[in-house]
């Protein structure tokens, strides 16, 4: 696959959004190497088999994917032909499959989606405007505790507290091969920053299309 970490994430963006909302627990790029981890919210109708009958005559992200169970039917490895995009499916089996289950998940795959977008427009407006090679970066979604969820916990009404998040997602980006001109470019593009102290180093973030992303240094 050519094109960079722009091109990884447009496809791993709609990727998501033909696979339908699966909450992500895992997101992991590398350069143009790109591999989620999801969650079923539940098991299946039909089961494993099924499913993977039923996705396996449909286009995604306009490939052709390839699924690949194990033999426990528990995990779905699923690949996109001519990318180095690729997922694995977790099918709860009785206990849920994510930490911290609830309501709040359900907005997690979009606001991720919207955010790898952007984050691929930014690089291709970086990259038109400084020239040279396509900049490769890293990018790690990970989740954060919530501050102050407790209280909101205690405020929010019964039917209600199922949409409180006990914990946040979040980005780590990291420069893998990039001029200094196209760092400049892409730091042109952020939104405002933010700095905070991590043990020794500072750390610097942006809310992009309102997800933390923790930025290069």
Known sequence: MTGGSSAALVIGSAFMDDLGPLFPVRMSLAGEDLEFTFVLSEHPPGGVTQWVRTWS???????????????????????????????????????PAAPHPGRWQDQVPTALKITLEEIARMLSRCHHHAGGAEPLIDLELGYRPAAGYETR???????????????????????????????????????????AR?????????RIMGLEVELPS
């Open 57 to 95: 005559g449909t286009g995604v992200a306009g490939r052709v994917p390839r699924f690949f169970a194990d033999a426990g039917g528990r995990r779905i490895r699923v690949e996109l032909a001519g990318t180095a995009v690729r997922a694995v499916i977790v099918v709860p089996a009785g206990e």
């Open 198 to 206: 991590r043990w020794i180093r500072r750390r610097h973030t942006a």
């Open 153 to 195: 916990l205690a405020a929010a009404h019964e039917s209600a507290r199922g949409w409180v998040p006990p914990v946040r997602p979040a980005l780590t980006m990291r420069w893998r091969a990039a001029t200094a001109a196209q760092r400049k470019a892409f730091a042109d593009e952020l939104p405002e920053t933010t700095t």
